[in-house]
């Protein structure tokens, strides 16, 4: 079996954010050898061991391109439709959100928090969401783009400003 992604590669795990493979390896698991990636996610210190085979169904994908990362940019200057005031009702249409794992769905959870926020404070639970859907959306930005974290989160602002 071989894998689909290579050491020191970039991806995408939704809701933990981007990490990069610092190995591939074989393992024994219940008495059969199992080729693992072993990701390093800088955001929380840790390391993850993803079976290869269950990296397709566990929503792991590379970083975006240039172009597909300029859309979202784009998508970030939409307009948008507001979303329920019913905080919980919200909460979990962007967690589906944010599950999914594209780059898009993940900038329409960012976009919506955002000016969400500025209407009225978020609830707690909310702001996590959105403090997460923020931090993976400007780290995918920054690899994709190859600029700094910081160049990115101004990218992300300065469009839903717009």
Do not use: C
């Not at 072993?38 to 840790?46: F, G, R």
């Not at 909460?91 to 000016?115: C, E, F, P, W």
């Not at 639970?125 to 990115?152: F, G």
Request: no cysteine; net charge negative.
């Amino acid at each position: 079996m071989s894998s689909q992604y290579k050491t020191n590669q970039h991806l995408v795990y939704p809701l933990l954010g981007v990490g990069e493979i610092k190995e591939i390896t074989e393992r024994n698991f219940k008495e059969k050898k199992i080729l693992y990636y072993m990701i390093y996610l800088e955001v929380s210190d840790m390391t993850v061991m993803i079976p290869v085979d269950k990296a397709d169904e566990l929503g792991l994908r590379a970083i975006v391109s240039k172009e597909e990362t300029h859309n979202t940019l784009n998508h970030l200057g939409n307009a948008y439709e507001p979303v329920t005031a019913d905080w919980k009702m919200r909460y979990q249409m962007n967690l589906d959100l944010l599950k999914s794992g594209t780059i898009i769905d993940n900038a329409t959870v960012v976009r919506a928090l955002y000016h969400r926020s500025k209407i009225k404070e978020l609830p707690i639970q909310e702001r996590k969401l959105y403090d997460s859907a923020l931090r993976i959306l400007s780290d995918e930005i920054m690899y994709s783009l190859d600029i700094s974290r910081d160049e990115a989160g101004q990218l992300i602002f300065s469009k839903m400003e717009d």
